[in-house]
Structure formats: C-alpha cells, structure tokens
C-alpha cells in the first residue's frame, strides 16, 4: 500500500490543522493506522494511531485532548485534526500502516508502509 499525506503548512500557535493520508494500492480497512512526527536529529516520535475498524485509538500524551485521529475505510484515508498547536508541534509528520499491534502500537517497527511526510510548522 502506498500512503500519501498532505494538509501540512505554516500556522500561528494556538491554530489548527488537519492532516489526510490516502492510501492506494490497496483496502485500507486491511490496516492499523498511525501518525508519527520528527524533527531535524530526533528519532521518529509516536502520535496518534486507530485501529482497522476506528473502535481504539491511542495518543502519545503531549497530544492528548488536542489531537484526534479518525479514518474513513470507504474512501482510504485517515485524518489527523490538530488544534491547538504549539512550537513543539513543529515536525515532519509521517502516516504509516501496520497489519497488527502485536509489537505495541507506538514502536515504529510495528508499521510496514509510511508516506513520505508533511511539514507542520507553528510559529509563535
């Protein structure tokens, strides 16, 4: 499955976002789904992440109650709403699908396709 995500771009602390990955090549119904963020240096960092069906989502906790993650299977994307942002937040976020959760939700090892990314950058 390829993933391909967009929605990224500059906006003032305190603002929202919302991200999409669509993925093609393939159901998405198939996947576990999550969004990983990283900056220049840094490891790639856990978020957010939805299991196939949307009936258990997980959050890294700097993002709890401001992020939330959601899918739509019929039409093959996840989405990622981000409200109020902060400079932390600044990162290349990456979507990526995992067939199952047997290795933990956050580790990146449990995820085999990723999008290229988007850039998120919250100015103060």
């Known amino acids: 499955v390829q993933l391909v995500e967009s929605g990224g771009g500059l906006v003032q602390r305190g603002g929202s976002l919302r991200l999409s990955c669509v993925a093609s090549?393939?159901?998405?119904?198939?996947?576990?789904m999550a969004w990983f963020r990283q900056t220049p240096g840094q490891d790639r960092e856990f978020v957010a992440a939805?299991?196939?069906?949307?009936?258990?989502?997980h959050y890294e906790d700097s993002v709890k109650g401001r992020f939330a993650i959601s899918r739509e299977n019929r039409i093959n994307t996840v989405y990622l709403r981000m409200n109020h942002l902060d400079v932390h937040d600044s990162a290349v976020y990456y979507c990526?699908?995992?067939?199952?959760w047997g290795g933990g939700v956050t580790p990146t090892t449990s995820y085999q396709h990723w999008g290229r990314g988007t850039l998120v950058t919250v100015s103060s």
């Open positions: 939805i299991n196939w069906n949307a009936h258990d989502t």
């Open positions: 990526a699908a995992g067939e199952h």
């Open positions: 090549g393939g159901r998405l119904e198939k996947w576990n």
